[in-house]
């Protein structure tokens, strides 16, 4: 009988769906010493916080964030909010001793997110960020390919997130899902939302970066305000490109929009080592393409591996092979993961620490844009 981890789950949007979805499937494919459970959600909505909960499970409706911290049946909280209202929460959550789970990004900016750091390191709370792609089974394989010296030295790193979603002129700021194009509930556009991802996942799979020089570009420069009702001007950077140097020697190139008409979550990446290179996208989520200049040159060529295995990453808590999963299972995995360090006292990456990494290169790069040089991240 596995051990209760209570929930507090702060949001009732999209990221709130995906993490209650993963807290309820987990145990059944993991065998794990917790379990969540799914104790208290809270949105200002009570009508909507109730039906949130009634979908889902939820034993109890908050409409005050400050009250579902001071749960004690609430072991963890879970903060599926704007980005401006991380830091005040995960303040919070913490000073009460709980496990602070916080969806991407980590803050509105580093100086924030140190903060943020510091604060539940200092509490002892565990703590772990959701940026969830580096556990779709494809990403998790180039990982384990790139850790055993398979690709040799890294020359290139490329990645893309493109969508088109805000093309519409009258499309406006503020509000459900709309936040997101609001500098003061976002902190920034595509590079804190999108960019973001493949940060995380670049830092990840080829280590730190040195410097980035950046380009920023906001098509749209005004959009009537949800909230005010006053058309206002747009604050953030609806595309961004930038070119980077890695600690390990290689360079790389990120482009985020979200204008690429006809894509609506692009998100790829390529990476060009001494003996092979892989790539992988998004809409092809369990294929890693991998070539390998070794092969014997008559059948030389791209592979495409189809990540169903059941020894590669996570697989063998699936299916059978050849069958697919898909992305609510990146969040299955990453609270299975958390769970599995939690019971051995381990912090799970993304850590708050680890997640910072990611904004101070967002930081650079913003700023890289604005001052139109070279910085060091
Ligand atoms: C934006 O459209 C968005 O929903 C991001 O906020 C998510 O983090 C990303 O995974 C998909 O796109």
């Not at 580096?134 to 990982?143: D, Y």
């Not at 920023?216 to 747009?234: C, D, M, Q, S």
Request: glycine content about 8%.
């Amino acid at each position: 009988m596995a051990k209760p981890l209570r929930i507090g789950m702060i949001g009732y949007g999209f990221m709130a769906r995906a993490h209650s979805n993963a807290y309820c499937k987990v145990n059944h494919f993991f065998e794990l010493e917790y379990e969540p459970v799914l104790k208290a959600v809270c949105g200002r909505n009570k009508d909507k916080a109730q039906e949130f909960a009634a979908n889902w499970g939820y034993e109890a409706v908050e409409t005050e964030w400050k009250k579902l911290v001071q749960r004690d049946d609430i072991d963890a909280v879970d903060i599926c909010v704007p980005n401006n209202l991380h830091k005040e929460i995960a303040t919070a959550a913490a000073k009460a001793g709980k496990i602070v789970l916080c969806e991407k990004p980590l803050a509105m900016d580093s100086t924030e997110g140190a903060e943020m750091c510091d604060v539940v390191e200092k509490a002892g709370v565990p703590n772990m960020v959701w940026y969830n792609y580096r556990r779709i089974p494809a990403v998790a394989l180039a990982k384990q390919l790139i850790d055993e010296g398979r690709l040799g030295r890294i020359f290139h790193y490329r990645a893309m997130f493109l969508q088109d979603w805000t093309i519409k002129e009258d499309l406006p700021q503020g509000g459900a899902a709309l936040w997101r194009l609001d500098a003061a509930a976002a902190g920034s556009g595509v590079t804190g939302d999108l960019l973001a991802h493949s940060i995380d996942t670049a830092l990840w799979l080829n280590g730190s970066m040195k410097s980035v020089t950046a380009m920023t570009e906001t098509f749209v420069k005004e959009r009537l305000h949800t909230e005010t009702g006053k058309v206002e001007p747009v604050e953030i950077d609806d595309a961004c490109a930038f070119l980077a140097r890695f600690d390990n020697g290689s360079l790389a190139t990120f482009e985020s929009t979200r204008y690429a008409r006809g894509h609506k979550a692009l998100y790829v990446f390529e990476i060009n080592g001494e003996h092979a290179s892989i790539s992988w996208d998004l809409h092809d989520m369990h294929r890693l393409q991998y070539f390998d200049h070794r092969d014997d040159s008559l059948v030389r060529g791209w592979r495409s591996v189809h990540v169903t295995d059941g020894d590669m990453p996570y697989m063998g808590n699936w299916w059978v092979p050849g069958l697919q999963i898909g992305y609510e299972h990146s969040f299955v995995h990453q609270v299975a993961d958390f769970l599995a360090g939690y019971a051995k006292g381990e912090p799970v990456s993304p850590t708050f620490r680890d997640a910072l990494e990611t904004q101070q290169v967002c930081d650079a790069v913003l700023k890289s844009a604005k001052d139109g040089q070279w910085v060091e991240c």
